[in-house]
């Protein structure tokens, strides 16, 4: 629409100055502008596929603004060739003009479509700025939205009231028996509320302080499992200060135990791991059991991460999770390395 609009109000004003103020008639004037216009739609077609085919948008600014330059003057070039080529072509050229040669005919005909051509890109440029602006703050609303609805289900899915009834039975019956332990559990527990009520604030937080609330919660659900739950930690020391977002791995954490280790009478392991894998930080929570109880319980945790990393990281971060074996299942979040 906007190259119809565009390209028809240049040729209305080109016949209106034509009819009202052009001081000499011009042989074959209605054919010529009529395949001026036309062409000027199709290389520019041209240029926008270029364009968005070899991501001139996505580069930083000082390359867009040398690709703008470039882009215009090439295309300027070939639409003044294509012009000439056709009027020369079936002798549609104006008999009382000037002699020129081709050369120059071609230079003066670049010349006049650089600035057209010129005008076009600011605009193509100038909307899809505007457009990728008024995207990120959209983005940036539901982001806050989504945290702001993870604040309100922290206790309900992150914190959930089993797991703080367990813990909390769990203290109680050491308080006669280890009163050292129990302190340290209440302490336990009081941090992974703290930082649950904490998630509304920050988008992200570094994965050091994610996994110290990790081993808090994996310490009091050991209490509870005892020797049913055994516990792996692998990381690499060189991405503790990543930035993840706040109880996102503590999320995957609740539902391996949730959907893993609780549905089997023997237990099982879990296995987290964090490491830089081809210029990606990745974060693996690997436990044992099947798929199949995530996928039919479908919990607001799992499906929020997606749409978390979707919105924080505009597509490039993604998670899975999948049954590696018959007896242990993986959920990966491969994140953009973040240069601290």
């Known amino acids: 629409m906007c190259q119809l609009a565009g390209w028809g109000g240049n040729l209305a004003l080109s016949v209106f100055y034509y009819l009202n103020l052009s001081i000499r008639k011009i042989d074959n004037f209605f054919i010529l502008i009529t395949i001026s216009v036309i062409l000027g739609v199709l290389i520019t077609h041209i240029m926008r596929m270029f364009i968005k085919e070899y991501k001139f948008l996505e580069m930083p600014m000082n390359k867009q603004i040398v690709n703008f330059v470039l882009v215009t003057i090439v295309f300027a070039i070939i639409y003044a060739c294509s012009d000439v080529a056709i009027e020369r072509t079936f002798e549609l050229r104006d008999k009382n003009a000037p002699k ?14 650089f600035f057209l051509l010129f005008i076009w890109n600011l605009l193509y440029y100038t909307f899809h700025y505007v457009e990728r602006t008024r ?6 609303l539901k982001l806050q939205s989504l945290v702001k609805e ?19 039975n769990s203290i109680r019956a050491l308080v006669d028996e280890n009163p050292s332990r129990a302190r340290t559990a209440i302490t336990e ?11 509304e604030k920050l988008e992200t937080v570094p994965l050091e302080r994610e996994l110290n609330i990790v081993k808090d919660y994996l310490a009091l659900e050991k209490m509870r499992f005892e020797e049913r739950l055994n516990i792996e930690m692998d990381i690499d020391e060189d991405t503790l200060e990543q930035p993840v977002p706040p109880m996102m791995l503590q999320t995957l954490v609740e539902n391996a135990i949730k959907h893993g280790i609780s549905k089997k009478i023997n237990g099982g392991t879990i296995r987290v791991s964090s490491d830089f894998v081809e210029n990606h930080h990745e974060l693996v929570v690997q436990n044992s059991g099947q798929l199949g109880s995530y996928l039919n319980e479908n919990g607001f ?10 919105l924080l990281y505009q597509g490039k971060a993604t998670f899975a999770m999948r049954n590696i074996d018959h007896e242990t299942v993986e959920s990966r979040i491969t994140m953009p390395v973040l240069v601290m």
Do not use: W, Y
């Open 100 to 113: 020129i040669s081709l050369m120059n005919e071609i230079t003066r005909n670049s010349l006049n479509n």
């Open 135 to 140: 995207s990120q703050e959209v983005n940036t």
């Open 150 to 168: 993870l604040e309100l289900k922290t206790i309900k899915s992150h914190i959930n009231p089993h797991f703080i009834f367990n813990a909390l």
């Open 189 to 199: 527990l009081s941090n992974i509320l703290r930082s649950s009520m904490q998630t």
């Open 301 to 310: 945790g799992v499906r929020s991460t997606q749409d978390r990393l979707n």
